[in-house]
């Protein structure tokens, strides 16, 4: 993670950090850091193998949201405004309970390139697998020079059309690795000075 954060710095990029509420209890040295980074941080469930489904009650799904957001504000000093479920699942009742415990943002629906209302007070800011670390490199298994052509040419493209959402995810486990973090710098270093980006 520390190259990541490295990378990040030499670009001067704030990340969101979606962070579970078991992560945050076991690692609080580097929730510390990413504070001290002034990182944003998103309630990100619990663990990595507990995801919210349609399977569960009503009243079990809020819990485990409240509990998730509750956990961010323990380690962080603050309540997050962003979620990020564990591999985007969610039930048909989710976007009214992130609503109503707080969140103003979701990172879960990939099913547009611009923000747009999930609820009258919950807005979804795509993620986009299609350069996601993991979805690429982990899974698919494209090559990293490949990975970073996409995120240069996928962010010319939105940033020439005006209005989109760029959301580079990015998992230390794949891209901090020594054989692949200098994919990121070449990614961004391409990516990043284009002026009329927030």
């Not at 405004?81 to 976007?95: A, I």
């Not at 390139?113 to 999930?118: N, Y």
């Not at 795509?126 to 698919?140: A, G, I, V």
């Not at 494209?142 to 959301?167: M, Q, R, Y």
Request: proline fraction near 6%; glycine fraction near 6%.
């Amino acid at each position: 993670i520390f190259r990541v954060l490295d990378v990040l710095d030499r670009f001067g990029v704030t990340p969101s950090v979606a962070l579970g509420s078991a992560a945050a209890k076991r690692y609080p040295e580097l929730v510390d850091e990413l504070v001290r980074r002034n990182a944003c941080f998103m309630a990100h469930g619990t663990y990595a193998t507990r995801r919210i489904t349609s399977r569960m009650s009503e009243a079990d799904e809020r819990a485990f949201i409240v509990d998730s957001r509750d956990a961010v504000r323990t380690a962080t000093g603050d309540a997050p405004l962003g979620w990020c479920s564990q591999d985007f699942n969610e039930s048909d009742r989710t976007p009214a309970l992130l609503a109503a415990a707080g969140f103003t943002y979701t990172t879960d629906w990939a099913s547009d390139d611009r923000p747009f209302l999930l609820d009258r007070h919950l807005i979804a800011l795509p993620p986009q697998p299609e350069w996601n670390d993991m979805e690429c490199m982990w899974l698919r298994r494209v090559p990293p020079p490949v990975w970073a052509d996409n995120i240069a040419d996928a962010f010319a493209f939105l940033h020439g059309e005006g209005g989109g959402c760029f959301n580079l995810t990015l998992h230390p486990w794949v891209v901090g690795q020594a054989h692949r973090i200098r994919w990121l710098r070449e990614a961004l270093s391409r990516v990043l000075g284009r002026g009329a980006t927030w």
